[in-house]
Each structure stands twice: as C-alpha cells, then as structure tokens.
C-alpha cells in the first residue's frame, strides 16, 4: 500500500473522532502527509497528536495537521478549501467522511436543512473546491482519488425526493439520514462519470455500522441503539478499512464509479443507479451550493 501513500497529500474530514481519526492515523502510517478537517480544536488538536504520533513510529515520512471548519456552513467550506488549496495545490486523495445525525429538524446558518447539509452537501461544494488540485494530482500520476463515506443506509429508500430533499413535509431523523446516504452514493456515481479521463477516481463505500460518537447526544431510537450496542460494533479502526483501501491500494488504481463493502465491490441500491435521477441531484445541489 505504500507505494500509492507515502508523500502524498490526503485530506480527511471529519477526522478529530471515529471512522475519520482511524482514517487519517492508518493513510499517516503509510507515510502521507494528511490534513484533518474537524470542527473543534481542542479535539481536532488532540487527533492530531495521536495521528502525528502513528507516524512517527511508523517511520515512513508521513504526517499530520489540522484545519477547522464547521462544514454544515456552506461560507466554512470555501474557507476550508481556499486553505487546502493554498497547502496542497496537488491533492492526491480526499476522504470526504464528516457527517451526522439528528434527532429533531432543524436548519444551518444558510437555511439548509442540517443533515443534508452536513452528510451531502459538504462532500458537494468541498470536492467542487478541491476541483483543481485533485486534477493536477490526477494530471500529475493518475491516480487521485475521491472517497465517498456513504451507508447502506440508503438502501432503506425507495427512490431519491427530490421533491423535497429537506424534509419540509415531515421529519424523520432515520429516513432524513438515510435520504442524505442515498445522496452521496448517487452523486457519487454522478461525478465519476464527469472526472473521467482526468485520472481522478471517485467509489463510494459503506464501512459497517461502527461503535464511534455517531449519534451521541441525540434521542430517538438510533440514538438509543448506538447507546445500547456500540460495545457491540465495530471498532473505528475496522470500519476506516474500506476507506483506507479505496484511498490508497493499489490494486484499484484507475478504478472509478463504484460502491464497496469490506474492501470489495459491492451492488449499491435500485435507486441509487438511475442515472437521470443522479443528474436532477447533481442540478439540486450545485443550486443549493450556488451554481458552478
């Protein structure tokens, strides 16, 4: 794996807890240089500390920092990737792993409902942002790549309402979740498609249902479910595999516009294959995002 790794520039958000903090520690192993998104810098700083320190024993050059956005605000977003791009103006790899769960609706500084602005929203705008130095990286080796931290979650929904992707005609946390899941996978596929040729590779992934701080905080029956079984779940560290190898393995390099599971290519929803259905969100979002 370090052959596709070491020295290369990875970005990783959400990457202060969970499935991201494993992330971020196992791409440093294999001696990249990573940035860590996260929202709060006292977490953040403390991620950092424990990802610097993989490396270190490692010993394969790579390391660790740290960049703050708050990625549900849209403004944070274009900070954050002005700020990456003045860093790395090549971008091998970004991991686009930050989400969240809640409980009852509610809406961003942009009037943005926070799950999807959160879950898909964020992976939108950020990688538009990101737009040239994942092309120079791909220019460059062609071998960049585009990691989509999505769920099979989205299996739970039939089709993709587009009608109403904000739940305005009634919340529920579980679909609301689910709905944004559905959403990454589709525009997911969808950039693939448009990054063709560009040596940028895009896939998708579910990483298993991971006993992280997923949901802490929050009521309903997720939140009690992930109260209850996270001694049951799997570790962070297992659930970043399918992330770490989508990232850097290079038995898929080129491989492009697809959905895994444990490492392996897997059949993502009925749903979540409609083409013109993928092209109506990509239009939404770019909308939502302000045009591009």
Request: no cysteine.
């Amino acid at each position: 794996m370090g052959a596709t790794t070491a020295g290369r520039a990875v970005l990783v958000t959400g990457a202060s807890t969970g499935i991201g903090r494993a992330t971020a520690g196992a791409l440093a192993e294999r001696g990249a240089r990573v940035l860590m998104v996260a929202r709060d810098a006292g977490r953040g700083e403390d991620a950092r500390r424990e990802v610097a320190a993989r490396a270190e024993r490692a010993g394969r050059g790579g390391s660790a920092e740290v960049l703050l956005a708050d990625l549900s605000v849209q403004a944070e977003v274009r900070r954050l990737g002005a700020a990456v791009r003045e860093r790395a103006p090549r971008l091998d790899v970004l991991v686009n792993n930050a989400g969240g769960y809640f409980d009852a609706r509610r809406e961003t500084a942009d009037g943005v409902e926070a799950t999807l602005a959160l879950n898909h929203l964020a992976y939108v705008l950020l990688t538009r942002e990101l737009d040239a130095p994942l092309r120079a990286a791909g220019a460059a080796t062609g071998d960049a790549r585009v990691v989509v931290v999505a769920s099979d979650a989205h299996q739970a929904v039939r089709a993709l309402p587009l009608d109403d992707l904000q739940a305005r005609r009634g919340y529920g946390a579980v679909r609301q979740y689910s709905v944004s899941k559905l959403a990454n996978v589709m525009w997911a596929y969808a950039l693939a498609r448009r990054l063709e040729g560009t040596g940028v590779a895009v896939n998708a992934l579910h990483p298993g249902v991971v006993g992280s701080n997923f949901a802490a905080g929050q009521g309903g029956l997720w939140g009690a479910f992930f109260a209850v079984a996270r001694p049951l779940l799997l570790s962070p560290e297992k659930g970043a595999r399918t992330s770490v190898y989508l990232a850097s393995d290079p038995a898929i390099r080129g491989a492009t516009g697809g959905y895994y599971k444990r490492q392996r290519p897997a059949r993502s929803s009925a749903a979540s294959r409609d083409v013109a259905a993928q092209e109506a969100l990509w239009a939404e979002g770019e909308r939502l995002v302000g045009g591009g």
